[in-house]
Nanobody
Framework: QVQLVESGGGSVQAGGSLRLSCVAF????????MAWFRQAPGKEREGVAN???????TYADSVKGRFTISQDKHQNTLYLEMSSLKPEDTAMYYC???????????????????WGQGTRVTVSS
């Protein structure tokens, strides 16, 4: 079993920065890949960024150049560094993980087996 716990959310003005963290508990294998999703009020959950088991990174077009995903294998921690935040970045941010890295993508929540409880990010203008 894998448990994911996010932290680092908060309120910030437009243009500010935040660093989100996601700690994975339980049996973690090298074949795992992880991602960040977000869900704004009234909208469906959307992919933000993911990192594959080989270290490859993918970002949603809306956050490219502003967000950076990274991981610390020794501490089983996933990070999302966010800068130049915009009001449209306001959402609950969720950490996700899966063994099925080939099928999983930011295009859908499908194939992501494990989810954290979410951490809220609010960006004011």
């Amino acid at each position: 079993q894998v448990q994911l716990v996010e932290s680092g959310g908060g309120s910030v003005q437009a243009g500010g920065s935040l660093r989100l963290s996601c700690v994975a508990f339980g049996s973690i294998y090298s074949s795992y890949c992880m991602a960040w999703f977000r869900q704004a009020p009234g909208k469906e959950r959307e992919g933000v960024a993911n990192i594959d088991s080989d270290g490859s990174k993918t970002y949603a077009d809306s956050v490219k150049g502003r967000f950076t995903i990274s991981q610390d294998k020794h501490q089983n921690t996933l990070y999302l560094e966010m800068s130049s935040l915009k009001p449209e970045d306001t959402a609950m941010y969720y950490c996700a993980a899966t063994y099925n890295c080939i099928s999983a993508s930011l295009a859908s929540t499908s194939w992501w087996n494990y989810w954290g409880q979410g951490t809220r990010v609010t960006v004011s203008s």
